[in-house]
């Protein structure tokens, strides 16, 4: 390995923020060289600037600017741009995060270009190619150098797909970490105040395409949600995805539903400690409502994150069920099966993370076809 070998992150989407927070910190405790690449998947000041504010991430040292498209043409952007900006940089080990556009295209081109990677929060599948994200999964995993599991079903998937085990490290979950950071600040009463919310509250998010993508799907949704609000005042911070397929399917402010714009890091999570329910297709969110023990239903037909229903307060409902569900989780509170929460959600994940990348680039560990590549 060079001298002081550099550390890139690649980080495109809202959730890529929040994961990669903690990783940077523990490496930059550490001594490690590194820098942010910002794609530009996500760009609208309160999906993207907000959380580099709140979770204290660094500058990025580019942004790509790729914004959004197609599957085909998002991704194509991102490969030409990410291409040339580690080109450029010619990093020892670039890390990815999730399951996003942005983290399939940074793997696809270092693997093309022989630069190691990294991935955090390996080994979570669905078993739904429906899902985009889950075909970002298999192919991230199925390329990567090194890989972060956040829970141990995440390390059978893997050796069933045939990853060997030395590659993949059980470390913890670094979106848990960030909650940890960020709990001594988490206040519901002032973001209540500002928005105008009743004590007793519900909050949404929904943002999956399987939800939000078409007028009957969104009819669906919104009709359920609707029916929740007649049970408990409901807040929607809504995704940009979504915006205007919700509103026409009948997503508007009334007395008991109230739409906003996407909420910070630390606002959005202070509603969501003191909510009495919260309805969701997110991933993350499934996690953080585990971590904070209020009650989440997931209106999905499969979750990548099983452990937040075994170890966890979270729930699948189809639409159809939605209002009942929340009728009855409203009734019985918070509980989680196992009484126990996910092993190694401790908020260490990170600095767990660091220590593997720090040991790793003090080892030789440039492949033969990485060499290759440099030596061009
Ligand atoms: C992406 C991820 C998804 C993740 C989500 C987190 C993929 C395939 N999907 O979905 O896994 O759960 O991020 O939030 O990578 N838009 C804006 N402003 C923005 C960003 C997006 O208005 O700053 C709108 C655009 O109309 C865009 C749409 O949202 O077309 C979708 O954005 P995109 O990044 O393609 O996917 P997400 O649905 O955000
Ligand atoms: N989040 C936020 N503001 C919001 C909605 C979500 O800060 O209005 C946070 C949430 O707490 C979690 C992350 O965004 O940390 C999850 O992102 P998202 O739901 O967009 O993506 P997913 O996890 O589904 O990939």
Redesign the pocket.
């Known amino acids: 390995m060079r001298e002081n070998p550099l550390v890139l992150h690649v980080l ?5 923020f929040v994961k990669a927070a903690p990783v940077v910190r523990a490496l930059g405790e550490l001594g490690v060289r590194q820098g942010i690449i910002h794609t530009g ?4 000041a ?3 600037d907000v959380f580099f504010a709140d979770l204290g991430l660094p500058e990025p040292v580019a942004n790509l600017g790729v ?3 197609s ?1 085909a043409k ?1 991704t194509a952007a991102l490969l030409v741009g990410l291409e040339e900006v580690v080109l450029q940089h010619d990093p020892d080990l670039v890390v990815v995060y ?7 295209a940074a793997i696809l081109v270092c693997a093309k270009l022989g630069v190691r990677t990294a991935h955090v929060e390996a080994g979570l599948r669905s078993f739904d190619r429906g ?3 889950e075909v ?1 999964r298999i192919v991230t995993d199925s390329l990567s150098d090194l890989l972060f599991a956040t829970s141990p079903d995440a390390l059978s998937h893997l050796a069933a797909e045939g990853v060997p085990a030395a590659k993949v490290h059980l470390v913890g979950n670094p979106m848990i970490d960030s909650l940890f950071s960020a709990l001594p600040s988490l206040d519901p009463a002032p973001v209540q105040a500002r928005l105008d919310i009743p004590a007793r509250y519900a909050v949404a998010t929904l ?3 399987a939800n ?1 993508d078409t007028p009957e799907a969104a009819k669906e949704l919104v009709s359920a949600v609707l029916d929740v609000a007649r049970q408990i005042p409901i807040v929607v911070p809504i ?5 205007t397929r919700l509103a026409e399917a009948g997503l508007v402010d009334g007395p008991s539903v109230k739409v906003i714009e996407p909420l910070g890091y630390v606002d959005f999570l202070s509603l969501v400690r003191g909510a009495a329910l919260v309805v969701t297709d ?3 969110v499934q996690e953080e409502t585990t971590m904070l023990g209020v009650p989440c239903l997931t209106v999905r037909p499969n979750t990548e994150r099983p452990i937040t229903i075994t170890h966890g307060t979270n729930r699948l409902v189809t639409p159809a069920l939605l209002p009942a569900a929340a009728g009855k989780a409203l009734a019985d509170g918070a509980s989680t099966p196992s009484g126990e929460l996910p092993p190694l959600w401790d908020g260490a994940a990170g600095p767990r993370i660091a220590r593997v990348i720090s040991a790793w680039l003090k080892g030789d560990n440039l492949s033969p076809a990485a060499q290759g590549a440099r030596s061009e």
């Open positions: 495109g989407a809202r959730p890529n998947q996500h760009y609208d309160l999906m993207s914004g959004s498209g599957h998002q999730g399951d996003v556009n942005s983290t399939l899902m985009p994200e970002n943002h999956r395409p939000v995704h940009p995805r979504g915006r997110s991933g993350g």
